[in-house]
């Protein structure tokens, strides 16, 4: 058993180097270079001095808070089977340290995630064996479950200790690690929306990746692509109750929603008046915390699509969009009423040189009548053709931030209900994405 130990120690330690346990903290510095103005203004309770928890400072900060916090908890049980008995106790207790940060963020506090899976990393390396490993990796699971570590990073570390117990015979630790993490896990494909769960949601599957990377190649090819069917019936009628209910809820929660914004918080110079004249929708920034399948869909957006759209545009040794866990940035959900304006013609991008926004991707978790208006219309090329495509349930629609103007039609005052959409920006080089100028159509 002390050869189990001491080869996952080895082995996680290689793991560390590689950043796949800790790999926004291992690039702080090259984190602040993606910060984007696309992530809402939530913010963590503050204290007596206030430290941005982006800046390598505040993430060096909350990576210490972490680690003290989880080091206490763990030191406080003798063995694994403590670990495990205790797992719903030491879940509320990180949930604990979340709250109490020593840091503030403005994109919410699950920008601080990674930083507890990293001193979930160093508890793994402090591992006395292979039942510990078990253990740790099924509180990761848990904590993943209650937004404050990111699935995929569960689901890596899942994979690679199952991966060291196997090849060392640990067969007990195994049959623990599969009863609690691999039952959540590996679930198949749902048949239904009642098969259809955060980890199901998050997770990458061959079809929706050879999507994802088709649509990345239309991208280049003509600055936009629409994708139908991106998730499949199941997820996506899940999708559509989720975001449906999320919004049914919170709606009148002016902490949860509020009047759409110009970058920048422009409102404030412009005026209620002026802004609403220029887009008249109702936002809710989620940060991929939210319970249940409302975290899991944020994090579907900002991660699952990303892995297979960062590799398609890949350009050699070159990646055009920022890889995972190189930044946070929060998903946008846009509600526009019966009777709204609509969203004026406008660029995401405000300037190749100080915005890294590259990537847009516009999700429709449900279905509108043309009648009803709403269209989202695109203007490609030089402008002189519309792309008018109107919302559809399950239906993904990419362009290049810096190059596509676009617009959201006006809706009909007796439209049947509100037009939901989910935004999301990738960021990397605003200029490497879409046709080349003599590529162009």
Request: with cysteine; aromatic share 8%.
């Amino acid at each position: 058993m002390r050869g189990v130990a001491r080869d996952a120690t080895r082995w996680l330690s290689r793991l560390n180097s590689q950043s796949m346990l800790s790999p926004r903290v291992s690039r702080a510095s090259g984190a602040a270079a993606w910060t984007s103005s696309t992530s809402g203004t939530r913010r963590a309770s503050t204290g007596e001095e206030e430290v941005d928890g982006s800046t390598e400072e505040g993430q060096e900060r909350a990576l210490m808070h972490y680690c003290a916090g989880v080091r206490r908890i763990f030191s406080q049980r003798e063995d694994a089977s403590a670990l495990s008995r205790d797992r719903e106790v030491i879940v509320d207790c990180c949930d604990e340290l979340k709250r109490t940060l020593p840091v503030t963020y403005k994109s919410g506090t699950f920008m601080s995630a990674v930083a507890l899976q990293t001193a979930f990393g160093f508890e793994l390396e402090r591992a006395r064996g292979a039942d510990d490993l078990a253990a740790i990796t099924n509180l990761i699971v848990r904590c993943a479950e209650r937004g404050l570590v990111p699935y995929h990073n569960a689901r890596e570390t899942y994979a690679r200790v199952r991966d060291v117990l196997t090849q060392h015979g640990a067969t007990a630790a195994t049959q623990t690690l599969e009863a609690f993490a691999g039952e959540r896990i590996g679930k198949g494909d749902p048949h239904d929306v009642h098969d259809v769960t955060p980890w199901t949601m998050t997770r990458n599957n061959p079809t929706l990746d050879a999507k994802l990377v088709q649509a990345a190649m239309d991208v280049q090819k003509s600055g936009y692509a629409v994708v139908d069917d991106v998730f499949g019936a199941a997820t996506s009628r899940a999708i559509q109750n989720t975001l449906e209910t999320f919004v049914a809820t919170h709606f009148a929660d002016e902490n949860v929603f509020k009047k759409g914004e110009l970058d920048y918080s422009e409102r404030h110079v412009l005026g209620d008046a002026q802004v609403d004249k220029i887009r008249d929708d109702t936002i809710s920034w989620l940060s991929g915390d939210e319970d249940g399948l409302v975290g899991a869909f944020a994090q579907t957006l900002r991660t699952t699509m990303l892995f297979p759209l960062h590799l398609a545009l890949s350009q050699g040794s070159q990646s055009v969009l920022a890889p995972v866990d190189s930044y946070v940035s929060n998903v946008m959900l846009s509600v526009y009423e019966p009777g709204a304006r609509g969203f004026v013609p406008h660029v995401d991008n405000c300037g190749p040189d100080v915005d890294k926004r590259s990537l847009t991707a516009v999700y429709y978790p449900c279905s509108s009548e043309s009648r009803e208006g709403g269209a989202l219309t695109l203007f490609p090329g030089d402008g002189d053709r519309e792309i008018r495509l109107f919302p559809t349930r399950d239906r993904l629609v990419l362009f290049a931030s810096a190059r596509v103007p676009h617009a959201v039609e006006s809706r009909a005052r007796d439209a049947a209900g509100r037009r939901v959409a989910a935004s999301f920006w990738f960021l990397g080089d605003p200029r490497a994405v879409g046709p080349r100028e003599s590529d162009a159509s």
